[in-house]
């Protein structure tokens, strides 16, 4: 049976189901040509990730279909209830690269309170010339040491974040509308570990509570944050989006960041991808990449696998 992998699948995944006797095919087959390629190939299994779409037109026009395949969480770019009504497997892995997430969370982060994402914009143009200006301009960085941390989505990655943030001795805080309380448990390097039960608060309470925000939910019709939202936060706050574009209303996110409502912001996600706005792109308080969170090597490899063993289980 042919697996095509259109927007690629570590080597380990391929690996696992090369052994289980599958022939894996990892050409990148645009979109518009994705239909022919998988009924001239007789394709059982399309794997994909954030860049290619299984909608209800090629569900219906590739009768060799059987399984398709998220590497990644969020499913928007299938539509997945159709596809199983008409008896494929949908797959995902929902819990390979939430430790990457957390970390990228942490990166913008440490990276805000001590103003880097400027500081690395800045030092190549005015480094040699005005040394000591930006010394002065980024001397009042803060410590996360002992500041509150709120979490909005508590799932996999929200927990994988609160870890981190008790490791550096936050306090942390957290919102979910389907989960009432938590038990954390922080690993260390030697195999010791320490567990911390967290009740969940309210929205309003951690927006209104939170040094940082961080969000974790899944792809909605509705912003999470609004214009509403940012005026419960703390003055001089700032908030963290490494999960989908669309939950931050971005021109309100702005006017926040204008005001000085908030210190800086910081996006993985934006609404308007792979073309963010200019004003998010060029903004001197936002620290940004371009939705990489689950993008490590180690996440990739932990990916690969966890398709090719449920895809192995389906149909070995």
């Not at 095919?25 to 998988?38: F, G, S, W």
């Not at 209830?81 to 690269?97: D, F, M, Q, W």
């Not at 040094?211 to 939910?217: M, N, P, T």
Request: glycine residues 10%; contains cysteine; hydrophobic residues 40%.
């Amino acid at each position: 049976m042919k697996i095509l992998a259109n927007d690629g699948v570590s080597q380990s995944g391929i690996d696992v189901l090369t052994e289980a006797g599958f022939e894996v095919i990892t050409t990148n087959v645009a979109q518009e040509q994705l239909i022919n390629y998988i009924n001239e190939n007789k394709i059982t299994v399309l794997l994909v990730r954030s860049a290619t779409t299984a909608r209800k037109d090629l569900i219906d026009s590739c009768p060799s279909l059987k399984v398709i395949g998220r590497g990644g969480v969020g499913m928007d770019n299938i539509d997945v209830e159709y596809a199983r009504e008409k008896g494929l497997s949908v797959i995902n892995t929902p819990a390979a690269s939430s430790s990457s997430v957390a970390e990228l969370v942490f990166a913008h982060l440490f990276g805000g309170v001590r103003f880097l994402y400027d500081s690395n914009r800045n030092m190549p143009l005015e480094g040699e010339s005005n040394f000591k200006g930006l010394k002065k301009a980024y001397a009042k960085g803060i410590e996360l040491r002992g500041k509150t941390m709120g979490i909005i989505g508590f799932g996999r990655i929200g927990q994988e974040v609160a870890k981190i943030g008790l490791g550096l001795g936050m306090n942390v805080v957290a919102a979910d509308k389907y989960m009432d309380s938590a038990e954390i448990e922080v690993s260390l390097f030697n195999g010791a570990s320490l567990k911390v039960s967290i009740e969940t608060i309210s929205m309003e309470s951690v927006l209104e509570q939170s040094d940082f925000i961080s969000l974790h939910v899944p792809a909605q019709k509705d912003y999470v944050i609004g214009s509403k939202e940012f005026g419960m936060m703390k003055d001089g706050s700032a908030i963290i989006n490494a999960a989908r574009g669309g939950v931050i209303d971005e021109v309100a996110l702005v006017s926040a960041l204008e005001s000085n409502k908030l210190a800086f912001a910081c996006l993985d996600t934006f609404e308007n991808e792979p073309k963010p706005e200019v004003k998010l792109l060029m903004h001197p308080k936002i620290s940004l990449t371009p939705h990489i969170g689950a993008a490590t090597l180690e996440a990739q490899d932990r990916i690969g696998e966890e398709l090719g063993q449920q895809i192995i289980s389906i149909l070995g």
